[in-house]
């Protein structure tokens, strides 16, 4: 068999083909013998039909089958001997008659895996979120458990203000006539919280109880129902009565209830907390960084494959996610197609950064031991909290262990890099307006 070999890009090869006679007839006999054994034509019994009679009835699926068995075989022969880091399966451009007697032509064309060499990753200038916490955070923080313990009672007083829970009767109009849906008894709405529509609270706010009042507001143009959309309307409301919400004490009773002996020790767990959650947003913050400055430095032009296979893994773990939540696709208003329109970019930034990566691992010969994913698997047994025979387990099949083994990569080379870098650390105001500023 003769293969010629032809770069049409850095991503794409074509292969010319040319199949010797004996073996395009010996693909054309395996064809046919596995088809004589279970063909049934009338007159003949099983395993005894002619060659020719299956040839004038079968003639064009055997040609389909061996052409199918051919191109795959030669393919597969094809890019072992030329160590084709194929992406994608062929696809055939051209090819000539395939015929009994005759040697068979073909071309075909193929995606292939880019050859990255990574250029410009030392000492890359980088900025990074300083992280501070100041008190202001810990008291908001405290603030809303302070109110998911809140309790509701009716309310001494007789004037409603900006943070009670009005009960009010209302009855709503448009052009002096009622709409559909606009009238409720008894409805408890939180003064404040705007969720009702704009400028509807803000005028229940000073009501005495018993009070009944016109209150004038607009529906917003983006409003859900489009018959209201847009239009003034008249809402006749009545405030029945007055509720607010007593708030407990932030003392060590309460800090007990968190599970904690005192207020300061509740204080230094929620710093704790507010730690944990700042220093990672601020790493992957800065991973994003650093793979803007490698794509940047090393342009690669990317086959539609790989894109491809990455929309398709990512749209999978979203699947995956959503129906152990009880959801489809389309509960978010989308669909697999425009799933794909939506983060192909982000896709195509993935599988650059992974290429780019791996090419620098290479390069550093920075490599994982079995001593190195043996202490990373203890770390997710010790931070999971998961049975350790689990955890075992779970990585126990080859493409789990894989993915652990690239995840873990992925860090050593960020690790490097971030000891190469020179990293200016600056406050989140500073940083958001250098990002302003890029964009």
Do not use: W
């Not at 959801?327 to 329109?341: C, H, T, V, Y």
């Amino acid at each position: 068999m003769n293969i010629k070999v032809e770069d049409i890009s850095s991503i794409k090869k074509k292969l010319s083909f040319e199949i010797p006679i004996e073996d395009v007839d010996a693909e054309f006999g395996k064809a046919y013998n596995k088809l004589a054994k279970t063909a049934k034509v009338p007159g003949f019994r099983p395993g005894k039909v002619p060659r020719s009679v299956l040839e004038r009835q079968y003639g064009g699926q055997i040609e389909g089958q061996v052409f199918e068995g051919l191109v795959s075989a030669s393919f597969f022969k094809a890019i072992v001997d030329n160590k084709i880091d194929a992406v994608s399966p062929p696809e055939v451009i051209d090819n000539g008659s395939l015929k009994i007697g005759q040697p068979f032509v073909y071309e075909a064309e193929v995606e292939v895996r880019p050859a990255v060499e990574a250029k410009n990753y030392v000492g890359l200038e980088l900025k990074k979120e300083s992280f501070v916490v100041d008190d202001a955070e810990v008291d908001a923080r405290l603030a809303e458990m302070r109110k998911s313990k809140a309790k509701v009672a009716t309310s001494e007083r007789n004037v409603a203000q900006v943070g009670d829970i009005a009960v009010i009767d209302f009855e709503g109009f448009i052009d002096g006539e009622a709409f559909a849906h606009g009238k409720a008894e008894g409805h408890h709405l939180e003064l404040g919280s705007n969720t009702f529509i704009p400028g509807f609270e803000d005028q229940v706010a000073g009501l005495e109880c018993g009070q009944c009042k016109d209150i004038e507001v607009t529906f917003p143009e983006s409003y859900g129902n489009k018959d209201l959309a847009g239009k003034p309307a008249v809402f006749k409301v009545c405030l029945k009565e007055i509720k607010e919400q007593v708030l407990p004490e932030l003392d060590d009773e309460f800090a007990k209830e968190a599970g904690l002996e005192s207020m300061a020790d509740l204080r230094a767990k929620i710093l704790e907390s507010i730690a944990s959650q700042e220093a990672e947003r601020i790493e992957k913050d800065f991973h994003e960084r650093m793979t803007d400055a490698l794509i940047e430095a090393n342009p690669i032009e990317l086959p539609e494959s790989m894109v491809e296979s990455q929309l398709d893994y990512m749209l999978q773990n979203l699947q995956n996610r959503m129906q152990a939540q009880g959801m489809r696709l389309e509960d978010m208003g989308i669909n697999a197609e425009s799933f794909k329109k939506i983060y192909r970019e982000i896709a195509a930034k993935q599988v650059k950064s992974s290429l780019i990566m791996e090419a620098i691992a290479i390069q550093e010969n920075l490599k994982i031991d079995e001593d190195e994913i043996k202490d990373k698997l203890d770390e997710i047994i010790e931070t999971s909290g998961a049975p350790k025979e689990a955890v075992i387990n779970f990585y126990s099949s080859d493409e789990k262990r894989r993915g652990l083994v690239s995840q873990m990569a992925e860090e050593k080379v960020v690790a490097f890099l971030s000891g190469k870098a020179k990293i200016e650390m600056v406050d989140k105001q500073s940083l958001d307006q250098a990002q302003m500023a890029e964009e």
